[in-house]
């Protein structure tokens, strides 16, 4: 007598995404025809991803210490990090050489007039942000207290935490299984929790569009669409280009089925305009494809405060076009200060909208002050610059980690296979795999026999 199968448990969240993008096309309506109300509806928008950004302190803390403490060699971490984080200078480089020869080319901004109003917006926003020195950058890292990123969200400060706790677990040995097994089920809750606000996704995503489109209409983008068209083109080639080669020669991954696997991911970056808000889901999926819980726990949320592609790019043409548009263009040596310059100041800033926007204000304000009321110009499409911006260092750490897993063999190919395939679908509902999710610690050796 046979058993009849289990059934199916059917997925809903697709149903899920087909409202976000319903909701995105009735925001851009609803912003077209009703202007002022649709800017009203911002903080709704707002709202959503900052509920997004409430659980990232706490997922890349339960990544980081899981991935870290349960290595029992602490030499792997530090093979993994600095491997990282050289991969992650070398292609900031690549991304600002891209981005200043683009720039240079199509000379964006030429024959613009800066008028009173934009030069309000560029100084507003600079008195909003303000560019910090390399030791306030760095004494920033250490937070008050043990417990205080977690509280207040900083990513670096987060980083840093975990990586203690993780080391000192490593420490304790095999007294640190029930501490490991306990952040794995902390960790199962925050995933579950994040699960349930996704389900807000089409309210926020309707919002968020409808205020954008309300706030700048037609005319910005029709005015700007020189240096929006050439970002993106820029970005596009970066991405399919630069880190498509790198992805197949390495992992022999090609790079649209990896995206396809990460399809629901990029249109939720499309409707937030932030990065952020697919971390979490980016660290379960890069698990569930086949890299190694510690791989992908040291090299994402590093990526997401070191290796911002995206955000260099856009810094690069963005100071570009705003010299030119002020009729005053950057020389070469100018170009490279002041470019180098943001890219530091912008790490830690992990694609949150906005943030592209505050760096380049900050880094004319310190290096060429007279430039500062034409970040004014671009204030009005900031907004659909950032989707680009996002999308792309979104990208580049996710090929970041397939390229990493490959180069320290911590990368099962086959089972990528099997998923990107369709074979081993994601798990939607808890985001974590049974037998890649949470690790159990390795039971004790026994101890040899007397004599």
């Not at 489109?213 to 240096?227: E, H, R």
């Not at 080639?237 to 991954?253: K, Y």
Request: glycine residues 10%.
């Amino acid at each position: 007598m046979t058993t009849a199968a289990p059934p199916v448990k059917r997925d809903r969240t697709h149903y899920l995404y087909l409202a976000v993008i319903a909701a995105v096309l009735l925001g851009i309506a609803v912003g077209l025809l009703w202007p002022e109300f649709a800017i009203e509806l911002k903080p709704i928008g707002t709202g959503f991803v900052d509920l997004i950004k409430m659980m990232i302190a706490p997922v890349i803390f339960c990544t980081i210490v899981l991935g870290v403490g349960s290595i029992r060699q602490a030499a792997q971490v530090g093979k993994v990090g600095g491997l990282a984080l050289g991969y992650f200078l070398t292609m900031s480089t690549v991304a600002l050489a891209i981005g200043l020869v683009v720039g240079n080319l199509i000379h964006p901004g030429s024959g613009m007039n800066l008028d009173a109003s934009t030069a309000a917006a560029g100084q507003k926003q600079v008195a909003a942000d303000t560019a910090k020195s390399t030791s306030e950058f760095l004494l920033g890292i250490i937070p008050d207290s043990l417990l205080a990123p977690l509280a207040t969200g900083n990513v670096l400060q987060t980083l840093l935490v975990a990586l203690l706790t993780g080391f000192a677990l490593q420490a304790m040995g095999e007294r640190s299984a029930a501490v490991l097994r306990a952040i794995g089920l902390f960790q199962r809750l925050v995933f579950r929790i994040l699960a349930m606000l996704m389900w807000l996704a089409p309210i926020g995503a309707f919002g968020a569009i409808a205020a954008v489109v309300g706030a700048t209409g037609t005319d910005a983008l029709i005015s700007l669409a020189q240096i929006m068209l050439g970002f993106y083109a820029t970005c596009a080639l970066f991405v399919l280009v630069v880190l498509g080669a790198l992805l197949w020669l390495v992992a022999r991954i090609n790079i649209f089925s990896l995206f396809k696997y990460l399809g629901r991911e990029f249109l939720l970056i499309l409707s937030t305009s932030s990065s952020e808000s697919a971390l979490p889901r980016l660290i379960a999926k890069m698990e569930h494809v086949g890299v190694s819980r510690p791989v992908v726990g040291i090299t994402v949320p590093t990526g997401y405060s070191f290796n911002l592609d995206g955000t260099a790019i856009y810094l690069t043409m963005a100071s570009l076009f705003v010299a030119q548009a002020m009729g005053d263009p950057l020389s070469v040596s100018e170009q490279v200060s002041l470019l180098l310059f943001m890219m530091i100041a912008s790490k830690g800033a992990a694609g949150v909208t906005g943030a592209g926007l505050a760096t380049l204000a900050g880094g004319l304000q310190s290096h060429r002050p007279d430039l500062v009321d034409g970040v004014g110009l671009i204030v009005g499409i900031d907004r659909f610059m950032s989707e680009a911006r996002a999308l792309t260092n979104f990208a580049g750490n996710a090929v970041a980690t397939v390229l990493i897993g490959t180069w320290t063999k911590e990368f099962d190919r086959d089972r990528a296979q099997l998923v990107l395939g369709g074979d081993d679908p994601f798990d939607e509902e808890t985001m974590v795999d049974d037998d890649h999710g949470t690790p159990e610690p390795s039971a004790p050796e026994p101890e040899p026999a007397k004599a």
